[in-house]
């Protein structure tokens, strides 16, 4: 045990400061209170802001994705085993951006629901 920690002393001191300081920081302003870092007062908005931000850091990795598959597939050089990964790479990817895609427009069609009720 002891040498366990004598190894990994650096990385538990990291974690704690990582975990311990942001706190500190956010409760340094009041006094002892942490103020709310999202612009949202109830769940709907908080669904809103957390998959607006999954999309605008998703879609320019999907785009990436994409590029790569397009550069796999020149790779390839009409080899088949080579051509089948690049395509299954591109299904994947599409696949992915389907289901990034899909869930935004679900959460909207419940958000626009349950706003009309």
């Known amino acids: ?12 001191g990291l974690m704690i400061f990582i975990l311990i ?6 409760a340094a302003d009041d006094g002892l209170t942490i103020k709310n870092p999202l612009k949202s007062q109830n769940i709907i908005d908080l669904i809103r802001t957390v998959l607006e931000g999954v999309i605008k850091i998703a879609m ?3 785009v ?3 590029i790569y598959c397009g550069f796999l597939f020149v790779a390839a050089q009409g080899k088949s085993e080579k051509l089948g990964d690049a395509k299954r790479a591109l299904s994947y990817t599409l696949v992915g951006a389907a289901i990034l895609l899909g869930s935004w427009a679900i959460a909207q ?3 626009s629901t349950v706003q009309s009720l």
């Open 1 to 12: 045990m002891t040498n366990f920690l004598k190894k990994n002393l650096y990385k538990i």
């Open 21 to 26: 300081f942001p706190v500190l920081s956010l």
């Open 60 to 62: 320019p990795v999907i």
């Open 64 to 66: 990436l994705a994409v």
């Open 109 to 111: 069609l419940i958000v």
